[in-house]
């Protein structure tokens, strides 16, 4: 998830920032999503789909305007992403998103990225370890030392099992290029435990789920083994936030939100 921004639906968007009585005029709330994505947003036989993006289309229709569902590739930070997607534009073009989805809401991050005003947590994520049910006797950290442990190349858990316990599980890790890979894996044998985010884990084991056992990885503060993930907004577009914030409110009350993870079978973990 790196690189230039990539457009999913057809035409051009000016870089232009529209108000939410614009948003009304144009008749439609442009959403940015993450590619490739899955649970939240990805393709299946052609189609873009997700937790993410039905989401945006039920936030469209709180709004009373259509949605225009924007998938886009990670930059190098997420702060380059807010940067590309919500406050300025890519350099190459494509214009901006209204809101953009999946973005971790911490104090210190928002502080950093001022330009934009982050809220509505609207789950936890947490870093687990699965391993199958076979070896659920075994202590983590005794598996972690004696069998090959498999994570998405140059992510938290990654960086993480490489240097703890001063390296001591660093030869065990091996790398994968996604979630997904380092999941074929643990089914092939290859690994015995991977360790990631829970609702890619979930989302890449589909119905074998029950068959493996989920443990919360504890590490040390600074490396955040959860955050909540909510969405952003230009700052300055205070009224659009606030139709964004009774709207993310209903979908909550009504449980409406919830059940978008249910129906991936991923777990919900409130904020």
């Known amino acids: 998830m790196k690189?230039?921004?990539?457009i999913i639906l057809l035409g051009v968007f000016s870089q232009q920032v529209f108000s939410f009585s614009e948003v009304q005029e144009k008749g439609y709330?442009?959403?940015?999503?993450y590619k490739g994505y899955a649970p939240f947003s990805f393709r299946e036989k052609g189609?873009?789909?997700g937790i993410e993006v039905e989401l945006g289309k039920l936030l469209a229709a709180k709004l009373g305007v259509d949605p225009l569902i924007w998938a886009i590739s990670a930059d190098e930070t997420m702060s380059d992403d807010l940067r590309n997607s919500v406050w300025k534009g890519h350099y190459i073009g494509g214009g901006t998103a209204d809101v953009m989805l999946h973005v971790p809401v911490n104090k210190?991050?928002?502080?950093?990225?001022?330009?934009?005003v982050i809220s509505n947590a609207y789950f936890k994520e947490e870093i687990v370890a699965v391993r199958h049910n076979s070896r659920a006797s075994i202590p983590l950290l005794n598996l972690f030392s004696s069998e090959n442990i498999g994570v998405e190349l140059d992510t938290l858990a990654d960086f993480y099992l490489v240097g703890a316990n001063?390296?001591?599980f660093r030869e065990n890790v091996k790398?994968?290029?996604?979630?997904?890979?380092?999941?074929?894996a643990l089914s092939n044998g290859d690994v015995r435990s991977v360790v990631g985010p829970r609702s890619q884990l979930e989302a890449a084991l589909k119905s074998t789920t029950a068959?493996?056992?989920?443990?919360?990885?504890?590490?040390?503060?600074?490396?955040?083994?959860q955050w909540n993930v909510g969405m952003a907004v230009k700052r300055g577009r205070d009224e659009l936030v606030e139709?964004?914030?009774v709207a993310f409110e209903e979908l909550k009350k009504t449980g409406e939100l919830s059940a978008l993870f249910e129906k991936y079978g991923i777990t919900y973990i409130a904020p």
Do not use: C, W
């Not at 210190?108 to 934009?116: C, G, Q």
């Open 108 to 116: 210190n991050f928002a502080e950093e990225n001022d330009k934009v």
């Open 47 to 49: 189609k873009l789909i």
């Open 3 to 6: 690189h230039i921004v990539a």
């Open 211 to 225: 068959e493996y056992l989920f443990t919360k990885v504890s590490m040390p503060l600074s490396y955040q083994s």
């Open 243 to 245: 139709k964004l914030t």
């Open 29 to 33: 709330l442009r959403i940015a999503v």
């Open 166 to 168: 001063s390296g001591r």
């Open 175 to 184: 790398h994968y290029t996604t979630i997904e890979d380092a999941v074929k």
